[in-house]
């Protein structure tokens, strides 16, 4: 018998160079039930080495609340939608909150 995988929630971070970017794909993975929820950070400047060079730039932060049942889909579509060549794709479990809004995030986005 095959054990049942059961959804257990997730924050996936990436950022965009700009809001109006951000916001399509915020909305497209909403809209194809990728994820339950995105909060867009406006604001957030990055120093980071690309190429042998210090870079300084404004950026948004989003923060994606999914399951990692969805992942590989969401990770797909990143790669295939975002503007950068390298997009950011960090992964956090999240061990521990109010359980009725886990439970939402999990179920939403499945």
Known sequence: M???????PITVFTTFPDGESAKKFARMIVEENLAACVNLIKGVESIYRWEGKI????EIMIIIKTNNKRLDA?????????????????????????????????????
């Not at 870079?55 to 404004?58: A, G, I, M, P, Y």
């Open 55 to 58: 870079c300084t730039d404004e």
């Open 74 to 110: 969401l990770k797909n579509l990143l790669l295939k939608a975002h503007p950068y060549d390298l997009p950011e794709c960090i992964v956090l479990e999240i061990s521990d909150g109010q359980q009725p809004y886990l439970d939402w995030l999990t179920k939403v986005s499945e």
């Open 2 to 8: 095959f054990k049942k995988i059961s959804a257990r």
